[in-house]
């Protein structure tokens, strides 16, 4: 089955920091792996994805993620935070070789806190 | 990309009623799909959208609670009945499809809370 983990609730992290939010996932086949934010009061927004070639993916607003196969994860990343990046994170993945329905299965989120 | 309104955007219901909650995308999606949502937690898939058919509904999610409908490829709505309070919560639709390169974009949410 598919399944993603997000094992932090909450990251902090001071303003031009670089900053990490972890994700890992188990999937049967190649994955299909994704970065979402929810800003308050909003829908999710896409970020980012890994679907195959280079394992740095580079996204909106200066975000990157490294899918990194053999330790089955898919870090988002950026050099320098800004205190407008605080924000709630989702990871997603997605099975190629799953049913053809498009469905995504989601962490369970971390909030990015990012103080001035 | 494919922009995505809901409407109501939020609401406050009387326990025992139905709410039902629209979804408009700006371009034809192949995949449409209900989402739940606590505020700050994350996202529990409701059941697929599917044009013309009846709905694939996930495990604990059955059309009696939340009839579905799809129309067309643009359109779904989410009806929640008889609701109670355990049903307020956030209620998001996404789209997807093969144009849209595995991308699924997401409505803003309708806030529901049952009185």
């Known amino acids: 089955a598919q399944s993603v983990a997000q094992p932090e609730d909450q990251v902090n992290v001071a303003e031009g920091n670089p900053l990490t939010v972890k994700c890992t996932y188990s999937?049967?086949?190649?994955?299909?792996l994704f970065w979402y934010v929810q800003y308050p009061n909003r829908g999710l927004q896409f970020l980012l994805k890994?679907?195959?070639?280079?394992?740095l993916v580079k996204g909106s607003y200066g975000f990157e993620a490294e899918f990194n196969k053999s330790q089955t994860s898919f870090h988002l990343k950026k050099p320098s935070a800004l205190v407008s990046d605080s924000a709630l994170y989702f990871c997603a993945v997605r099975d190629e070789y799953g049913d053809s329905s498009y469905k995504l299965i989601f962490g369970s989120g971390t909030r990015l806190l990012v103080r001035p | 990309s494919a922009v995505i309104s809901q409407k109501p955007s939020r609401d406050i219901c009387q326990r025992g009623t139905s709410l039902t909650i629209q979804c408009q995308v700006d371009s034809q999606v192949t995949m449409m799909f209900w989402y739940r949502q606590q505020p700050g937690q994350s996202l529990t898939l409701i059941a697929t959208a599917n044009q013309g058919s009846e709905a694939t509904y996930e495990s604990g999610f059955v059309i009696d609670k939340f009839p579905i409908s799809r129309p067309n490829l643009t359109f779904s709505t989410l009806t929640v009945s008889n609701m109670s309070p355990e049903d307020s919560s956030i209620y998001l639709c996404?789209?997807?499809?093969?144009?849209?390169?595995?991308?699924?974009?997401f409505g803003p949410g309708t806030r529901l809370t049952v009185l």
């Open positions: 999937v049967s086949g190649n994955p299909y």
């Open positions: 996404s789209g997807t499809g093969h144009y849209f390169d595995n991308e699924q974009f």
């Open positions: 890994y679907i195959t070639g280079d394992n």
